[in-house]
């Protein structure tokens, strides 16, 4: 079994407020988590698109293998 090591990610949600719906908001979080597959990153997103009242307009993440930010179309989208 090969253990993958885990290393910094942070996530950048980019959120519609409910009662202001043409302000975005900007929530960062860190964890560490393992690369490529990120599973606690789905795990936080997927926890927000059900129990969080805040549409998502845009996911940004970067972790310390890439250090440039990516936006993450496929759940944004979804």
């Known amino acids: 079994m090969i253990v993958k ?3 910094i990610v942070t996530v950048n949600v ?4 409910l009662d202001y719906k043409g302000i975005l ?3 960062i979080w860190q964890t560490h988590d393992e690369i490529p597959e990120l ?3 789905h795990k936080f997103l ?3 698109k059900t129990n969080i009242e805040a549409p998502i307009s845009e996911v940004h993440i970067t972790h310390e293998e890439n250090p440039n ?3 993450v179309i496929y759940y944004a989208n979804q």
Not at 14 to 17: G, K, Q
């Open 46 to 48: 997927n926890f927000w």
């Open 25 to 27: 908001q900007s929530f």
């Open 39 to 41: 599973y606690r990153v």
């Open 69 to 71: 930010w990516r936006n």
């Open 14 to 17: 980019l959120y519609y407020r």
């Open 5 to 7: 090591p885990k290393i």
